[in-house]
Antibody, heavy 125, light 107 residues
């Protein structure tokens, strides 16, 4: 079955750029019906959707991040990546990658059905 | 703050039925999905698109919606259902939204 695994540095200094990669195993991310999302969760709080992209070049981002976030998909490596610029302590969180489905064939699915285990990122000098 | 509002905590006696609610204007136009999260784990999808369960999710989990309120119901709560539950929907720009979560305690 499809599995997702996040990787990247656990500590980032402000105001540097946070970069994470999600590796997809057990399946291909070339299916254009799927989106690939990044979601973060500060300690003790609910998840916050950061954005998503698919292999057809369609992407969308949380407007609250004010253009700091970019998600890219690399089909040759079966990976997708997150780039978050100008980080501050407020960006400290567990970061999850997830498969995001709007339509599954004729079924309106509209949810994230597979998640990575998450990776903790701390922003600190 | 979240555009989806949940009660911070709910408790239920073992074997009884409990509903967890989620309120938000986006729910008037868009379906809610529900996630279960246990400490140290990623969220697990338990309900999608109104009242559908992914493979492997027990049928004691169900959902409903009316107006700006969506509800997740657990019928016959078990000890392993103790977890945080999050609702999710989308806004009119197709951005995903998450609620602040409800901590369910099974007594």
């Amino acid at each position: 079955q499809v599995q997702l695994q996040e990787s990247g540095p656990g500590l980032v200094k402000p105001p540097q750029t946070l970069s994470l990669t999600c590796t997809v195993s057990g399946g291909s991310l070339t299916n254009g019906d799927f989106y690939w999302s990044w979601i973060r969760q500060p300690a003790g709080k609910g998840p916050e959707w950061l954005g998503r992209a698919n292999t057809n070049g369609i992407s969308s981002y949380n407007p609250s991040l004010r253009g700091r976030v970019t998600i890219s998909v690399d089909t040759s490596k079966n990976q997708f990546s997150l780039r978050l610029t100008s980080v501050t302590a407020a960006d400290t969180a567990v970061y999850f990658c997830a498969r995001d489905i709007v339509w599954l064939g004729d079924l309106f699915f509209d949810a994230c059905d597979i998640w990575g285990q998450g990776t903790m990122v701390t922003v600190s000098p | 703050s979240s555009d989806l509002t949940q009660d911070p905590a709910v408790s239920v006696a073992l074997g009884q039925t409990v509903s967890i609610t989620c309120q938000g204007d986006s729910l008037r136009s868009h379906y809610a999905s529900w996630y279960q999260q246990k400490p140290g784990h990623a969220p697990l999808l338990v309900i999608y698109t109104k009242d559908n369960r992914p493979s492997g999710i027990p049928d004691r989990f169900s959902a409903s919606s009316s107006g700006t309120t969506a509800s997740l119901t657990i019928t016959g709560a078990r000890a392993e259902d103790e977890a945080d539950y999050y609702c999710s929907s989308r806004d009119d720009s197709n951005n995903r939204l998450f609620g602040g979560g409800t901590k369910l305690t099974v007594l």
